[in-house]
């Protein structure tokens, strides 16, 4: 619709003035009646809006200045990223450079990010991207402390820390143990562990084995990274792994209250089929999807803690592991079969039930923790796997199944009783109850929906009033911006008698796995570094930092070290002359402490870029290895004189 | 303000019986008037929204399903990419990686990607980030045509195009005559040319001199990059340059209508100041400060096409140059003095006027191209630069002076005579009348406007309707995300008798510096690459493109070829047997034709990933030089087995 058919626009009228009559044709009431120039009306008429359409307008609208209540914290998939996102407003606030440099943010293009990115190495390979998929923020008793946010990688299996104070990547671990990963980042509830679960099976530690010996020699694995809240990092030293059978581990979760101490983890593919469709073999789709049941596998990691302490382990990749067979013997692990090739596993609030959701299943299957522990303590099994874990008895080891719809896959809660699960095939959220197993209502989502996320929806106090849909095509949401599309990120409002659609986000960049929904207030992030010098990764006084007055150029061993500051509207010093073959060491800070007062540094056609926030330093090291005369400038509009904020990087030849 | 505090939710009751009472107290017409639940004084009162706020969310809520009316395609700064936003609903559609690599669209993860990323090196040197500022929309006649979008480089002078056919970039060109740019992209009314102009002067070609040889030795130019519609790419073989003094060219434009055949170029630092701070010199922003004005560069690009045809250049890196003394002899080039630090400089949509803005005057002037050409004929002039290039006389050379505030940069146009300018240093949008150049109006933005941006505000035929302010602070617009901000777009409402600030949006990534805004139907993108197996750099048939049924493994000369289609939900093959040290070729074929049947393909920790619109063909080429088994597996949430769509790449050792 062209946006001159709705004008003229007419004076402002006091809204308490309006007064829409039901027996006037809206033709006829176009100017009786006002909001800031225009009628409801006219507006509504104009822009083809229904009343649900400005009540969703009016819940999500966040004027300027008006801050969001929630922050979402989506996993950028594929495109390695994090991406931090306003509720109710939808308004993508960042994104967060993980796995993938980023040069906006001088991430991967200076030398303590560089570092960092190397620390996510494998196999000797430097990695520049991710596939991320699902975020979790730390926790103090179960519920979000909005301190920290740990991330996944699936095809390069490593996990991040990202700490809340500035939004900035701090670590990344990277165990060469496992050759894939999905069922990760889970924190068990005071973030002692980051858990890391294999997904596609391999060799434990890497090396070769052929297909064939698929059910001898390829293992499946979860790993407890366990995380130093004081020093705010993981420490591999102290971290283990438990081995598990060559099944597909999917998706996990820890266990909280009633459950604390125990960790679940769902599995595909217990037929263990391997593919082959050019070999005469079925694909995997097909080969995986043949049994009804597949195996929910119970883990008590607290004890397994006791038993990593005994020493009762074997190092692979230098990585404590507990071999399959101890963690039988020792009584850690446990199956229960779960209908069919599930994908979700969430804990309930009260951590007394599991749900998992089969996707080629019709079900949210819902496993009662006390009925698990105690057919544990009376060791009443259905047989065991072939790989000797017992296998409690399904029927005996659930509550209930409630009837979901084709493909339920992912469930959160609301903390009013009330559980929401995706339902992939046909694209709607269904609300149920949690108390009699009963779906109160289906809701259509565009499209194909992937996970689901609650505010606080998968703590130990789940805050209700919003659920996202997070679906993977968005089709015909969207003007069109060519074949690849956004995914539709669609938020509802679930605080009413029934389910109302309030926003569709496109996500512009990434493919979104899981998202967390956390209360703004609870994170408390700094505006500008303090004081000035600071090392973003280590938060403290970089070691190389420079306080204004102390510039200078100086030739040591190792080459010249330049000690630079920024300041509206000059870098000092902002003439650098080395000889051709020299090697620089750009040491620079910004000293200034106004809030937004951000600078950028570049050396032309070097590759080099970085973010000076206020009280950033930053450290750069590259050789000069190409005469000539190389514009430095800012590249952050931070000014008037902004364009003026330049100088000349000169490599005098030899 | 707690979500809960607007509950219980009432039951819908029809719009049009909403009456609200003047004389009522809110809390008494809670239940007596409903929008879906809730009156609109209720929504209204519990979020805080004004009669204006109701009225913007009104204006720019975009329900599901209903697409935007206008594309922004803003620039993403040094985040090298180019950001899609839907306007009214400020949604972005799509992050377009361009200089950086991007793995989500598989950009600089395969080996079309890769290649391209490689023709954008300079010296030699692979670039994985660029700092772009202004794109530029393909032109028929001085309006935009929906066909192409040109971006620059100012770090690393390069130009790349990208196609929205499929939003896209199909290629880059670097010149390594110069050593930065700023003043690009702007186009011709008909896309003859694209043209790139240097910023910060140096040595033309490349090369050392030292900067006690400023004067003498350090140049600026503008390239011409001549564009072939028909190919859709630059053919740098038939663009050309012009040297320029060596101050700092600022913005151009090029002329249209009445002054179509010329182009315009602002200056800052006709001083030629050089900086110095450690060295004893003044810092580059007061040296370059100094002067009441600068040089507007007015050049007639028609006539230069003739005296480069006539073979009148040198040629340097590999560009047929223009000496600055020939385009004086040839009665190319003109100086018109304007003030001072000049930074924005705008063509009229009728072309007959340009309108420069000063940052550290208060003016925004208006310069007559038909003065300017009368002087011209008269050869008129106000003396001559120190390079010899004759000045027109200023007062001689404008119609007038509109005083506009602090700061003033750049300019738009509405098309019902109306000037947008915005005023940095008093963060406001200025509209002011062009025919008698008195301000209409001014409104505060939030904060630190830099560019302008208008609907087709730009082209030949402004829209009018919906004007942009691009704030480089936003400070205490958003919830707090750490010491980086995002950048804060204000959509503004410029077809009411006074400005209507609509909607903030936040800019998650990268500093977008300028934006243009084009009708939405005016782009024709496809859904899907037809006939499967299109190369999406050449928009043909790849000549490895596989068809159903045609999978296979080769092994070649070169090493192992991988034929490979992907289908929901699986790759052919999904097993891949190498040999350690095998050079490993995919040929991989999306051979879906169904919108959004996107998928990705990675081979873990080989960093390596793709993304597979429908239709479309990659090719990866990499050595597997480190025996094991790796997992390959589908990275986009594809369908209900998507997990499943996953094989085996197995290295054997030696």
Chains 1, 2 share one sequence.
Not at 307 to 331: F, H, N, P, S
Not at 446 to 470: C, R
Request: proline share 6%.
């Amino acid at each position: 619709m062209h946006p001159k058919r709705w004008l003229p626009l007419l004076l402002a009228m006091p809204l308490a003035t309006a007064c829409v009559d039901a027996a006037t044709p809206p033709s006829a009431q176009a100017s009786t009646a006002g909001v800031q120039g225009q009628s409801l009306q006219e507006l509504m008429q104009a822009r083809g809006l229904t009343e649900a359409d400005v009540n969703a307008a009016l819940k999500t609208y966040t004027p300027s200045g008006k801050k969001d209540e929630y922050f979402i914290f989506a996993s950028g998939g594929h495109g390695g990223n994090l991406i931090v996102i306003g509720v109710p407003s939808m308004r993508i606030l960042k994104y967060v450079a993980v796995f993938t440099p980023e040069p906006w943010q001088g991430y991967g293009y200076g030398d303590q990010t560089n570092d960092l990115l190397k620390t996510g190495s494998r196999d000797g390979r430097a990695l520049t991207w991710g596939d991320m998929h699902h975020p979790a923020l730390s926790e103090t008793a179960g519920d979000y402390d909005g301190q920290y946010i740990f991330v996944n990688d699936k095809a390069n299996p490593r996990v991040a820390v990202v700490s809340l104070e500035d939004f900035t990547t701090v670590q990344m671990v990277a165990s060469e143990l496992i050759e894939s990963e999905h069922g990760s980042t889970f924190v068990t509830p005071n973030t002692d562990y980051v858990i890391e679960t294999a997904q596609y099976p391999a060799p434990l530690g890497g090396g070769y084995a052929d297909l064939s010996e698929y059910d001898t020699k390829y293992r499946g694995a979860a790993i407890f990274w366990k995380f130093d809240r004081k020093k705010g990092r993981i420490v591999p030293e102290d971290s283990w792994a438990v081995e598990f059978p060559p099944y597909m581990q999917d998706l996990a979760d820890a266990g909280k209250l009633a459950s604390d101490g125990w960790a679940f983890f769902n599995s595909i593919n217990t037929e263990r089929a391997t593919g082959g469709n050019l070999e005469g073999k079925p694909p995997l789709e097909s080969g995986a999807s043949q049994n009804d049941m597949d195996y929910l596998h119970v883990f008590d990691w607290k004890k397994a803690e006791e038993v990593v302490k005994a020493g009762k382990t074997k190092t692979i990749a230098g990585m404590r592991v507990i071999a399959l067979q101890t963690a039988i013997d020792e009584g850690l692990l446990y199956f229960v079969p779960e209908p069919k090739s599930p994908h979700g596993i969430d804990v309930t609030p009260d951590g007394k039930e599991m749900v998992v959701g089969g996707k080629l299943d019709t079900h949210a299957t819902v496993y009662s923790f006390e009925k698990m522990q105690q057919l544990i303590a009376d060791q009443k099994f259905d047989g065991r796997d072939p790989y000797g874990v017992p296998i409690l008895p399904f029927r005996d080891a659930i509550r209930g199944q409630a009837e979901i719809g084709l493909g339920p896959l992912h469930t959160q809660f609301d903390g009013r009783g009330n559980a929401y699960t995706s339902v992939f095939i046909e694209s709607k959220v269904a609300k149920w109850s949690l108390k009699d197993l009963k779906v109160i209502e289906k809701m259509p989502v565009h499209y194909n929906i992937g996970h689901i996320l609650a505010a606080e929806g998968d703590t130990v106090s789940p805050d209700g009033n919003y659920v996202v849909a997070m679906n993977k095509w968005a089709i015909d949401r969207f003007a069109d911006v060519g074949p690849l599309l956004p995914q539709n990120f669609q938020l509802i409002d679930d605080r009413g008698p029934s389910m109302q659609l309030l926003y569709d986000l496109p996500i512009p960049l990434g493919e979104p796995h899981y998202s967390q929904m956390i209360k703004a207030d609870k994170i408390k992030s700094i505006d500008v570094y303090k004081p000035a010098g600071i090392n973003a990764l280590t938060h403290q006084i970089d070691p190389f930092a420079v306080k204004g007055g102390e510039e200078r150029i100086e030739r040591k061993a190792d080459g010249v070290h330049v000690y630079m500051t920024a300041v509206r509207s000059h870098f000092t010093p902002d003439t650098v002359r080395v000889k051709e073959g020299e090697t620089v060491h750009l040491h620079i800070t910004n000293i200034e402490q106004a809030k937004d007062a951000t600078h950028g540094f570049t050396v032309g056609s070097h590759n080099i870029h970085v973010s000076l926030e206020p009280g950033k330093h930053v450290n750069v090291t590259f050789v000069a290895d190409k005469p000539g005369v190389y514009p430095m400038y800012c590249t952050e509009f931070c000014s008037a004189l902004h364009l003026e904020m330049a100088g000349y990087f000169l490599v005098e030849p030899k």
